[in-house]
């Protein structure tokens, strides 16, 4: 069965330093996303993606933060100067086109990333 | 703004016990529904859905979930749970749209099914 995939599963880096976390999404998807969930709370949404361009994202998804899709496979998260703050585990996910299908979104293992 | 809350944080059953997990939300236009299971270790994984017709959905597993729209509820149930059932189970909604929207997530439920 496809899956999402994200790489890496943990990334430790220091305060103020960028880091891009990466995400497969499933090869017939065409609507991505990123959610957060910092240890303890909620899972939070942070931005939606399709067709090359942002279609939605939330209040914590600020000028720090920012997405991309380089190629016709990865779907990437850039955070320009961590905060100890963004410490949390990321999870990227997508789904298909369709009116019932766009709703049924599919999610990675995540990316634990560790700011000091 | 949509939100999900889910009353039990943590519950504690033994094995064959009965389950239902509570989740309420709150929005007024039409929604999807959604369980999300994430055992130990593991990613977020769909237990089951609810887009429209019969209220009572079945999902993986021998779980199922009872929409009742008069309640905003989407209580999610299990006759006899295994101890393999020992994991976090979240709520989700996000409205209806003709494309995708983001999903709000209740606070979770741990479970932990004893031997």
């Known amino acids: 069965e496809p899956e999402v995939t994200q790489t890496p599963s943990h990334q430790v880096t220091q305060m103020g330093q960028e880091v891009i976390l990466r995400c497969v999404p499933i090869s017939n998807h065409l609507y991505f996303y990123w959610y957060r969930q910092i240890l303890g709370q909620k899972v939070e949404f942070l931005v939606s993606?399709?067709?090359?361009?942002?279609?939605?994202k939330s209040e914590i998804f600020d000028d720090q933060f920012s997405v991309e899709r380089p190629d016709g496979s990865n779907f990437t998260l850039k955070i320009r100067s961590t905060k100890l703050e963004d410490s949390a585990m990321y999870f990227c996910a997508s789904s298909d086109m369709g009116i019932l299908r766009a709703n049924e979104q599919y999610f990675g293992p995540g990316t634990r990333l560790t700011v000091t | 703004a949509q939100s999900v809350s889910q009353h039990n944080h943590h519950v504690i059953l033994s094995e064959a016990a009965s389950l239902e997990l509570g989740c309420n939300y709150s929005?007024?236009?039409?929604?999807?529904l959604f369980w999300y299971v994430q055992y130990p270790g593991q990613h977020l994984q769909l237990l089951l859905k609810y887009f429209s017709g019969d209220p009572l959905v079945k999902g993986i597993k021998g779980f199922e979930a009872e929409f009742i729209k008069s309640k905003f509820s989407f209580n999610l149930r299990k006759p006899s749970v295994q101890w393999s059932d020992t994991a976090e189970y979240f709520c989700a909604v996000n409205r209806w749209a003709g494309t995708a929207s983001k999903l709000t997530f209740g606070t979770g439920t741990r479970l932990q099914v004893t031997l």
């Open positions: 929005y007024g236009g039409t929604v999807n």
């Open positions: 993606f399709y067709n090359n361009e942002i279609s939605e």
